[in-house]
Protein backbone atom coordinates (compact mmCIF):
# COMPACT_ATOMS: atom_id res chain seq x y z
CA UNK A 1 0.00 0.00 0.00
CA UNK A 2 0.69 3.21 -0.25
CA UNK A 3 3.37 4.88 2.75
CA UNK A 4 3.85 8.20 3.73
CA UNK A 5 3.99 11.28 1.34
CA UNK A 6 5.08 14.65 1.45
CA UNK A 7 4.95 17.85 -0.52
CA UNK A 8 6.66 19.90 -1.86
CA UNK A 9 9.99 17.59 -1.73
CA UNK A 10 12.24 20.75 -1.52
CA UNK A 11 11.23 24.41 -1.04
CA UNK A 12 13.75 27.63 -1.31
CA UNK A 13 12.36 30.83 0.20
CA UNK A 14 13.36 34.02 1.55
CA UNK A 15 13.97 35.09 4.72
CA UNK A 16 10.75 35.98 6.08
CA UNK A 17 8.12 34.11 4.00
CA UNK A 18 5.58 31.86 5.46
CA UNK A 19 6.13 28.37 4.23
CA UNK A 20 3.24 25.26 4.08
CA UNK A 21 4.46 21.50 4.22
CA UNK A 22 2.01 19.12 3.53
CA UNK A 23 1.66 15.24 4.81
CA UNK A 24 -0.23 12.54 4.08
CA UNK A 25 -0.26 9.51 6.72
CA UNK A 26 -0.82 6.20 5.91
CA UNK A 27 -4.54 5.58 5.48
CA UNK A 28 -5.83 4.27 8.62
CA UNK A 29 -3.02 5.69 11.25
CA UNK A 30 -4.55 7.52 13.93
CA UNK A 31 -1.05 9.18 15.36
CA UNK A 32 1.23 11.68 12.77
CA UNK A 33 4.29 13.13 13.88
CA UNK A 34 6.46 16.07 12.73
CA UNK A 35 9.86 15.82 13.12
CA UNK A 36 12.93 18.38 12.11
CA UNK A 37 16.19 16.96 10.54
CA UNK A 38 19.20 19.70 10.93
CA UNK A 39 22.19 18.21 8.28
CA UNK A 40 23.90 15.59 10.30
CA UNK A 41 21.79 15.57 12.97
CA UNK A 42 19.22 13.34 14.93
CA UNK A 43 15.66 13.63 14.74
CA UNK A 44 13.81 16.62 16.45
CA UNK A 45 10.52 16.29 17.36
CA UNK A 46 8.10 19.36 16.84
CA UNK A 47 4.02 17.97 17.27
CA UNK A 48 2.12 14.50 17.54
CA UNK A 49 -1.41 14.01 16.41
CA UNK A 50 -3.40 10.85 18.30
CA UNK A 51 -7.03 10.88 16.15
CA UNK A 52 -9.29 13.50 17.52
CA UNK A 53 -7.29 14.91 20.47
CA UNK A 54 -5.61 17.83 21.35
CA UNK A 55 -2.36 17.99 19.68
CA UNK A 56 0.78 17.29 22.01
CA UNK A 57 2.79 20.59 20.67
CA UNK A 58 5.73 20.66 23.52
CA UNK A 59 8.13 20.20 20.56
CA UNK A 60 7.54 23.33 18.52
CA UNK A 61 10.64 25.42 18.48
CA UNK A 62 8.77 28.69 18.76
CA UNK A 63 5.10 30.49 17.92
CA UNK A 64 6.21 30.84 14.38
CA UNK A 65 5.17 26.90 14.29
CA UNK A 66 2.17 25.61 13.97
CA UNK A 67 0.73 22.48 12.62
CA UNK A 68 -3.25 21.20 11.67
CA UNK A 69 -4.65 17.91 11.19
CA UNK A 70 -7.89 17.63 9.71
CA UNK A 71 -9.62 14.14 11.74
CA UNK A 72 -7.36 10.90 10.33
CA UNK A 73 -5.42 12.57 7.45
CA UNK A 74 -3.63 15.49 6.24
CA UNK A 75 -1.76 17.51 8.16
CA UNK A 76 0.07 20.89 6.82
CA UNK A 77 3.14 22.15 8.93
CA UNK A 78 3.51 26.01 8.83
CA UNK A 79 6.06 28.53 9.49
CA UNK A 80 5.90 32.03 9.70
CA UNK A 81 8.12 34.75 9.04
CA UNK A 82 10.93 31.69 7.93
CA UNK A 83 14.50 32.52 9.61
CA UNK A 84 17.52 31.00 8.14
CA UNK A 85 17.95 28.85 11.37
CA UNK A 86 14.74 26.95 10.22
CA UNK A 87 16.86 25.88 7.07
CA UNK A 88 16.21 21.96 7.55
CA UNK A 89 14.59 18.62 6.67
CA UNK A 90 11.05 18.59 7.84
CA UNK A 91 10.15 14.75 8.82
CA UNK A 92 6.08 13.64 8.88
CA UNK A 93 5.59 9.98 10.32
CA UNK A 94 2.70 8.06 11.17
CA UNK A 95 1.62 5.42 13.23
CA UNK A 96 -1.32 2.84 13.54
CA UNK A 97 -2.07 3.51 17.12
CA UNK A 98 0.46 5.55 18.67
CA UNK A 99 1.30 3.13 21.48
CA UNK A 100 4.75 1.81 21.40
CA UNK A 101 4.34 1.66 17.19
CA UNK A 102 6.43 1.62 14.30
CA UNK A 103 6.28 5.32 12.80
CA UNK A 104 6.89 4.94 8.91
CA UNK A 105 8.34 8.20 7.88
CA UNK A 106 7.49 9.84 4.68
CA UNK A 107 10.59 11.01 2.89
CA UNK A 108 10.62 14.82 4.13
CA UNK A 109 10.62 18.48 2.56
CA UNK A 110 13.85 19.94 2.43
CA UNK A 111 13.31 23.49 3.81
CA UNK A 112 16.00 26.13 2.36
CA UNK A 113 15.60 29.85 3.90
CA UNK A 114 17.75 32.08 1.79
CA UNK B 1 13.24 16.48 29.76
CA UNK B 2 14.76 13.07 28.05
CA UNK B 3 17.93 13.15 26.58
CA UNK B 4 19.97 10.80 24.25
CA UNK B 5 23.45 10.48 24.11
CA UNK B 6 24.59 8.06 20.80
CA UNK B 7 28.17 7.27 20.44
CA UNK B 8 29.99 6.71 18.37
CA UNK B 9 29.48 9.35 15.78
CA UNK B 10 31.42 7.77 12.75
CA UNK B 11 32.28 3.87 12.42
CA UNK B 12 34.11 2.05 10.24
CA UNK B 13 34.20 -1.90 10.05
CA UNK B 14 35.56 -4.14 7.76
CA UNK B 15 32.62 -6.46 5.97
CA UNK B 16 31.92 -9.44 7.86
CA UNK B 17 33.11 -7.79 11.29
CA UNK B 18 30.09 -7.10 14.38
CA UNK B 19 29.31 -3.45 15.12
CA UNK B 20 28.19 -1.99 18.22
CA UNK B 21 26.56 1.18 18.75
CA UNK B 22 26.08 2.45 22.24
CA UNK B 23 22.97 4.83 23.58
CA UNK B 24 22.48 6.47 27.13
CA UNK B 25 19.08 8.19 28.20
CA UNK B 26 18.24 10.46 31.05
CA UNK B 27 14.76 9.60 32.06
CA UNK B 28 14.17 6.77 33.83
CA UNK B 29 10.30 6.21 32.88
CA UNK B 30 11.25 5.86 29.48
CA UNK B 31 10.25 2.93 28.32
CA UNK B 32 10.36 2.05 24.60
CA UNK B 33 13.81 2.19 23.08
CA UNK B 34 13.19 1.86 18.35
CA UNK B 35 16.02 1.98 16.48
CA UNK B 36 16.16 3.36 12.64
CA UNK B 37 18.65 3.06 9.80
CA UNK B 38 18.67 6.16 7.47
CA UNK B 39 19.89 5.25 4.23
CA UNK B 40 21.83 8.20 2.30
CA UNK B 41 19.03 10.20 0.81
CA UNK B 42 16.35 7.97 2.12
CA UNK B 43 13.44 8.10 5.07
CA UNK B 44 14.43 6.54 8.61
CA UNK B 45 13.53 2.50 8.72
CA UNK B 46 12.69 1.03 12.10
CA UNK B 47 14.97 -1.97 12.17
CA UNK B 48 14.31 -3.14 15.76
CA UNK B 49 12.93 -1.92 19.05
CA UNK B 50 12.69 -3.07 22.73
CA UNK B 51 10.39 -2.36 25.63
CA UNK B 52 11.70 -1.82 28.94
CA UNK B 53 10.22 -4.71 30.57
CA UNK B 54 12.75 -6.65 27.98
CA UNK B 55 16.45 -7.03 28.47
CA UNK B 56 17.51 -8.14 24.80
CA UNK B 57 16.00 -8.97 21.69
CA UNK B 58 17.65 -10.39 18.48
CA UNK B 59 16.54 -10.29 14.68
CA UNK B 60 18.34 -12.23 12.26
CA UNK B 61 22.01 -10.39 12.48
CA UNK B 62 20.41 -7.69 14.48
CA UNK B 63 20.38 -7.47 18.47
CA UNK B 64 19.60 -4.88 20.87
CA UNK B 65 20.44 -5.04 24.77
CA UNK B 66 18.98 -3.06 27.64
CA UNK B 67 20.38 -2.07 30.98
CA UNK B 68 17.87 -0.47 33.01
CA UNK B 69 19.74 0.32 35.75
CA UNK B 70 22.40 2.12 33.83
CA UNK B 71 19.89 3.68 31.31
CA UNK B 72 21.90 2.37 28.76
CA UNK B 73 21.23 0.48 25.64
CA UNK B 74 23.03 -0.65 22.51
CA UNK B 75 22.52 -2.30 18.79
CA UNK B 76 24.32 -5.09 17.99
CA UNK B 77 25.06 -6.40 14.02
CA UNK B 78 27.03 -9.24 13.65
CA UNK B 79 28.37 -10.58 10.24
CA UNK B 80 28.31 -7.00 8.78
CA UNK B 81 27.83 -6.45 4.40
CA UNK B 82 28.24 -3.30 2.80
CA UNK B 83 24.38 -2.53 2.83
CA UNK B 84 24.67 -2.16 6.47
CA UNK B 85 26.39 1.19 5.90
CA UNK B 86 23.57 4.06 6.78
CA UNK B 87 23.00 6.53 9.89
CA UNK B 88 21.84 4.95 12.76
CA UNK B 89 19.46 6.64 15.02
CA UNK B 90 18.26 5.25 18.93
CA UNK B 91 15.43 6.79 20.36
CA UNK B 92 13.64 6.99 24.00
CA UNK B 93 10.49 7.63 24.51
CA UNK B 94 9.62 10.47 26.56
CA UNK B 95 5.89 9.34 27.63
CA UNK B 96 4.02 6.63 29.00
CA UNK B 97 2.72 5.72 25.64
CA UNK B 98 6.11 5.52 23.99
CA UNK B 99 5.34 7.11 21.13
CA UNK B 100 7.04 10.59 22.00
CA UNK B 101 10.58 9.87 20.91
CA UNK B 102 14.21 11.65 21.41
CA UNK B 103 16.49 10.62 19.09
CA UNK B 104 20.35 10.22 19.51
CA UNK B 105 22.60 12.37 17.30
CA UNK B 106 23.01 9.24 14.99
CA UNK B 107 26.21 7.12 14.23
CA UNK B 108 27.57 6.64 10.65
CA UNK B 109 28.48 3.11 9.76
CA UNK B 110 30.91 2.20 6.77
CA UNK B 111 31.21 -1.19 5.56
CA UNK B 112 34.15 -1.35 3.99
CA UNK B 113 34.22 -4.35 1.46
Known amino acids: GAGVSQSPSNKVTEKGKDVELRCDPISGHTALYWYRQRLGQGLEFLIY????????KSGLPSDRFSAERTGESVSTLTIQRTQQEDSAVYLC????????????FGPGTRLTVL | GENVEQHPSTLSVQEGDSAVIKCTYSDSASNYFPWYKQELGKRPQLIIDIRSNVGEKKDQRIAVTLNKTAKHFSLHITETQPEDSAVYFCAASINNAGNMLTFGGGTRLMVKP
Open chain 1, 49 to 56: FQGNSAPD
Open chain 1, 93 to 104: ASSFSGFMDTQY
